[in-house]
């Protein structure tokens, strides 16, 4: 069962990885050449409604996804239950965002807004036709297919965006390329996964999964408030370009932290909720999750402080230089975000959503008054509250892991403070290279290519157990090279 479980584990990281920096790699670089044609103004606009776009993503899922990964037996009623009630909500909230549309643009006082609101809500609906084709594909640990799904319909709206950017279409250019994706997504999922819903809709079933999934609705709605309540805070005080640059800077910044979390999220929840009821199991599992995330996000998330001012001026230009103070104090946020996220999970694992939505509740609060306090410093102080509040949160989310399995705040940080250690050391590194060398590109290249090679370097000399375990999930791929196998053998004989 235990070997087993990390085969399933190993497939499922490696091809979650694959799916989410594939898929995010080619968004990446659609998005810079994007940015090099629009502006920050631009992209505020879009920032200025992502509260109800997200808001009203969270009532289509309803919870319910979690719901249907956490049962332990699931029928295809249940599934075809969720899909009419995600296809409702979703139709539902874009006839709302289509009559409030002038009052959201009253609101930011941008005219604009109105057919922008009405165009752009359209994926809401195209979201909801594929929710549970995505549902079934992570319970099947297969993001594979997902891979597929997400790749094409990146490129596909990337082409559709850039190409009406360069047409000169400004804001829209942004709008069509999230609905081409949207439209792509709900295309390729039904194709690829060959479920259709059935025409039937169970009271039963809507109580057994509303039962769990209600609170971490309630939960989600207050998080996903409290995420975009900062655009809604910087876009109504402050301008649409501001906005722009903390929207940038926050985008910068996900690409590493938010969005690694995510796929081992993806694989952790599935996973650990075929073991629930094995306590020593899942601790092994938990464990080694947490390291692998902070062996990854330290580094990267302290290395893109340190490589932000010639990365950003690099890529997107001078225009964009107001994001990178933004961008460097957010690094510390996401720092603590990804373990945050993995203390999260394992309550959804274990079915307590009435502690979620406490958690939520109480953290939050917290996060608002700090939000309260700092609008009036400006959006750097915003940024500050941000880091401030994620350390918090951190604590106490682990207050419930020490109660669920002896595993609190002072156990993980003694665990994962070597990561930290070696990661501070690779940012200072980076810092020096930009204050050495005048050229940005030189600047970028040393610290990129520098600052992996050092980092390895220390884990080595430190022996810590999640490179071995992240080098062994690369060795054990099919696709992994010959001398690369042959070069991981010689360096961890134990692996051979």
Do not use: H
């Amino acid at each position: 069962m235990a070997e087993n479980l990390k085969n399933q584990t190993v497939k499922g990281v490696w091809w979650s990885v694959l799916e989410k920096y594939a898929t995010q790699g080619v968004s990446f670089v659609i998005t810079l050449v994007m940015a090099n044609i629009l502006s920050p103004d631009e992209y505020g606009l879009i920032g200025m409604l992502a509260i109800f776009i997200s808001l009203s993503q969270v009532f289509i899922d309803g919870g319910f996804a979690n719901a249907l990964i956490q049962k332990k037996t699931k029928t295809d009623t249940d599934f075809s239950t969720v899909f009419w009630i995600n296809t409702s909500i979703g139709v539902t909230c874009y006839i709302l965002l289509f009559i409030f549309a002038p009052v959201i643009a009253s609101f930011f006082k941008q005219d604009i807004l109105v057919p922008i609101t009405r165009i752009y809500s359209i994926n809401l609906i195209l979201n909801s036709l594929c929710a549970v084709n995505k549902v079934k594909l992570v319970i099947d640990i297969n993001f594979k297919t997902q891979l597929k799904i997400s790749l094409a319909a990146a490129v596909t709206s990337g082409i559709a965006g850039i190409t009406c950017a360069v047409q000169g279409c400004g804001v829209w250019a942004i709008v069509v390329q999230l609905n081409v994706q949207a439209f792509m997504t709900a295309l390729l999922s039904f194709i690829f996964v060959r479920w259709k819903p059935a025409f039937v809709f169970s009271k039963e079933s809507f109580r057994s999964l509303f039962g769990f999934g209600s609170k971490l609705l309630i939960a989600q709605t207050i998080s996903t408030v409290y995420v975009n309540l900062y655009n809604i805070a910087i876009g109504k005080r402050y301008t649409a370009a501001q906005l722009g640059l903390y929207t940038r800077a926050r985008q910068f910044g996900e690409i590493v932290s938010t969005n690694l979390t995510s796929v081992m999220t993806r694989v952790l929840f599935p996973v650990l909720s075929r073991v629930q009821d094995n306590d020593a199991q899942m601790m092994a599992a938990y464990r080694k999750f947490i390291a692998m995330v902070a062996f990854i996000v330290f580094p990267c998330s302290l290395g893109l402080c340190g490589i932000a001012r010639p990365l950003v001026v690099s890529l997107i230009g001078e225009k964009w230089l107001g994001c990178v103070p933004l961008l460097q104090i957010l690094t510390f946020a996401y720092l603590c975000d990804g373990i945050t996220i993995i203390n999260l999970n394992l309550l959804y694992v274990k079915g307590k959503s009435d502690i979620v939505l406490k958690l939520e509740i109480i953290k939050k609060s917290i996060a608002v008054a700090f939000l309260l306090i700092a609008i009036r410093y400006g959006v750097t102080a915003i940024c500050i509250s941000l880091v401030i509040y994620s350390f918090i949160a951190l604590i106490i989310n682990t207050r419930n892991t020490k109660k669920l399995l002896d595993y609190g705040f002072l156990n993980q940080m003694a665990d994962l403070f070597p990561y930290l250690l070696c990661s501070l050391t690779i940012m200072a590194l980076a810092f020096l290279s930009d204050f050495v060398f005048d050229n940005n590109w030189l600047s970028l290249s040393v610290s990129l290519i520098l600052c992996p090679l050092v980092y390895i370097a220390l884990c080595r000399i430190f022996k810590l157990d999640a490179q071995k375990e992240m080098v062994s999930i690369i060795a054990s791929n099919k696709y992994c090279p010959k001398w690369f196998d042959r070069l991981i053998k010689k360096l961890y004989p134990a692996l051979s």
